[in-house]
């Protein structure tokens, strides 16, 4: 009986190895990877969020008739240029404030007299757009600002020239579209893009009274007399083409 027993003690522990080693713990399991969707690109589509900076031209049409002692056309051309940055963007849209400086002068002859109007135009352009992917963006923009307006009259009886200079408030409503020229296919690239834009809208100065002083120092003793040529306002509609190159 003795041997019986130890026989098969034996033949259960040969039995009970197998299963020990069946029952080793499972290896880890593979963690998921983490969701695409939910990880930082740290892309930036340049054809939406940029710096952008412009140059063009810009055409007014002023039909006063306190402007034709400074020009033979109801019309006035200034160069314009300006830079804006992206602040803001959701879906196909974007917002984008920034500066503008418009510069223009013009003269003619009034009653005998050269006389030449010069104006610095000061805004900051308030800039919706609607984007169209690699076909540009049309855009609405508004310009609140200040203007400064100098109007000279040489006149020969006169010790001095005649002029009058003032700061007024100034502001633009209009409304445009920008083309990409180049690149357009890969709004990811970091490379400098070229435009071509057009707006077109209207534009507004308050009035000037356009009494004209002479040019002389307080100090000075001599006794001139001015004119007045009555109060002016650009106001009017205008048109302005540019170039731009965007980072």
Known sequence: MKRLAIALGAASLLVAAPSARAEDPPAPETQAPTNPALAPTGHTNRLKSMWRFELGYRGSFVREATFDPFSTQDYFAQVSLGGSRTVYTRGRFSF?????WDYGKTGATSRGDAASLEVHRLVIPLEGRLHFGAWGYAFLRT??????MSAEVDDPASPANLTKSRWLFATDVSAGYAYPLWPRDNPMDLTPRI????????????PIGLNLAPDLPSSDPRIASGVDLGSLTMRGAFLRVAAAISY
């Open 195 to 206: 435009w071509l834009q057009a707006d077109s809208g209207y534009g507004w100065i308050t």
């Open 96 to 100: 984008a404030p920034g500066f503008m």
């Open 143 to 148: 310009a609140p600002g200040i203007a400064e």
